[in-house]
C-alpha cells in the first residue's frame, strides 16, 4: 500500500468541504476531511469577511451580507444548509428511528427543512448585515465561519457513536485527536481573542471568543438530540451542527459587539 502524500489530509478536507478541484491522487480517502476542517474554516471565512466588506462599501450591510451567505453556499455546495435541511426533517416529527433516518437519506426537502433553512438563512443574513455595519464587525462573521468547521470536527473524535447507515459517519470516526481539537480550539480563540482586540479592544475580543464558545455549545446540543433519536451523527447532522453553530456565533456577536 503507497503512503499517503503529506499534504493529502488538507486536500482531503478541501475536496469535500468546498467545489476546489485537487489532484486526485492526493485526496483518495476521507481521513483528512474533519481534522483539517478549521483550516478550510479559515480559507472560506476570509473569502465570506472579505465579500461582505465589499458589498457594503459598495452597496449596503444588508447586501454584503446576503453576498457573504451567497459565496459560502456557492463554495461548499450548499452542503451544510443541505444537511441543515434533512436534519430538521428527520428530529422535527415524532418518527421512529429507522423512518427518520430514511427521510434524512432521501433527496427531497420537506416541510420542516425548509422552515429550518429559511429561518436560518434569515437570522444569518440579519445578524450579518447588523455586524457589517460596525467597524470590524466582518471579524465576527470570520469567527463564524471558522466555528462551525470546529463543531464539524468535534463530530470526529473518538467514542462519538455514528448512525446506522452512514457512510461518511463512519469514514470519519475517531479521525480527530483529542490534542488535536484542543489544539484548534486553542488556536481559533487565540486568533478571534487577537483579531478582536486590534479590531475594538478587550471588549471585542471577550465577545468574539465568547460567541465562539456559545456557538459550540449549542453545536453539541444538537449532536446530543441527533445521537438520542438517530442512534448517532451522520453527515447530515455535522452539517447541521455547522450551520446551528454559525448562527449562534453572529447572533451573539450582534447583539454584544459595541
Same mark, same amino acid.
Given at each position: ?30 481521513? *483528512? ?5 478549521? #483550516? &478550510?474554516?479559515?480559507? +472560506?471565512?476570509?473569502? %465570506? $469577511?472579505?465579500?461582505?466588506? !465589499? /458589498? ?53 426537502? *420537506? ?5 429550518? #433553512? &429559511?429561518?436560518?438563512? +434569515?437570522?444569518?443574513? %440579519? $445578524?450579518?448585515?447588523?455586524? !457589517? /455595519?460596525?467597524?470590524g464587525g466582518w471579524l465576527a462573521l470570520w469567527t463564524a465561519v471558522v466555528v462551525a468547521r470546529l463543531a464539524m470536527a468535534r463530530t470526529g473524535l473518538p467514542g462519538v457513536r455514528t448512525a446506522e447507515g452512514s457512510s ?7 479521525t480527530v485527536s483529542r490534542p488535536w481539537l484542543a489544539g484548534w480550539l486553542v488556536v481559533t480563540a487565540a486568533l478571534a481573542g487577537a483579531a478582536g482586540w486590534t479590531a475594538g479592544g478587550v471588549l471585542a475580543a471577550a ?52
Amino acid at each position: 500500500m503507497s503512503a499517503r502524500p503529506r499534504w493529502a489530509g488538507p486536500l482531503e478536507s478541501v475536496a469535500l468541504l468546498t467545489v476546489v478541484r485537487v489532484p486526485a491522487a492526493a485526496a483518495t480517502s476521507t481521513r *483528512g476531511v474533519l481534522p483539517w476542517a478549521p #483550516l &478550510v474554516g479559515l480559507a +472560506l471565512g476570509g473569502v %465570506a $469577511a472579505g465579500v461582505g466588506v !465589499l /458589498g457594503t462599501r459598495l452597496v449596503s450591510p444588508p447586501t454584503g451580507a446576503v453576498a457573504a451567505l451567497a459565496v459560502l453556499a456557492a463554495l461548499t455546495r450548499g452542503l451544510h444548509l443541505d444537511g441543515l435541511a434533512d436534519t430538521a426533517d428527520g428530529l422535527g416529527p415524532l418518527r421512529d428511528r429507522e423512518r427518520a433516518l430514511q427521510v434524512m437519506h432521501r433527496g427531497d426537502v *420537506g416541510p420542516f427543512g425548509v422552515v429550518a #433553512l &429559511v429561518l436560518v438563512l +434569515l437570522l444569518q443574513a %440579519a $445578524a450579518a448585515a447588523a455586524l !457589517l /455595519g460596525r467597524d470590524g464587525g466582518w471579524l465576527a462573521l470570520w469567527t463564524a465561519v471558522v466555528v462551525a468547521r470546529l463543531a464539524m470536527a468535534r463530530t470526529g473524535l473518538p467514542g462519538v457513536r455514528t448512525a446506522e447507515g452512514s457512510s461518511l459517519g463512519q469514514a470519519v470516526a475517531g479521525t480527530v485527536s483529542r490534542p488535536w481539537l484542543a489544539g484548534w480550539l486553542v488556536v481559533t480563540a487565540a486568533l478571534a481573542g487577537a483579531a478582536g482586540w486590534t479590531a475594538g479592544g478587550v471588549l471585542a475580543a471577550a465577545v468574539l471568543v465568547a460567541a465562539g464558545a456559545t456557538g459550540l455549545l449549542v453545536a453539541e446540543r444538537v449532536r446530543v438530540r441527533a445521537t438520542a433519536r438517530l442512534g448517532g451523527v451522520t453527515g447530515d447532522v455535522m452539517g447541521a451542527m455547522g450551520e446551528a453553530a454559525a448562527t449562534v456565533v453572529l447572533l451573539v456577536a450582534a447583539a454584544s459587539l459595541p
